[in-house]
């Protein structure tokens, strides 16, 4: 099992910028993508982010251009540099990290972390 631990998270007005770590219990070199989510209230958790055991990296729509994700293999952490923050980018930020154990893909999530962007 893989514990994760969000931290970053904080008020910021739009524009701003804020970066979110992700700290996992164990060596993340060999977990096969990690990803971060986040949640609105009222909505459904949305895919922000993914970077892969390749470190290729993928971005919903809304992200792209303005949010950065990162994974170090030293630190066994995953981050999410986020810039020109909009009042859109408020709610919990989750990261999640999907490996294969025992030939089945697993899931681990964090408890998330609160943004909220003021206009």
Known sequence: QVQLVESGGGLVQAGGSLRLSC?????ISGITSMRWYRQAPGNQRE???TVNSLNTTTYADSAKGRFTI???????????????LKPEDTGVYFCAAYTYVGGSLSQYWGQGTQVTVSS
């Open 47 to 49: 895919l922000v982010a």
């Open 70 to 84: 990162s994974r170090d293999n030293v630190k066994n952490t995953l981050n999410l540099q986020m810039n020109s």
């Open 23 to 27: 700290a996992a219990s164990k060596s």
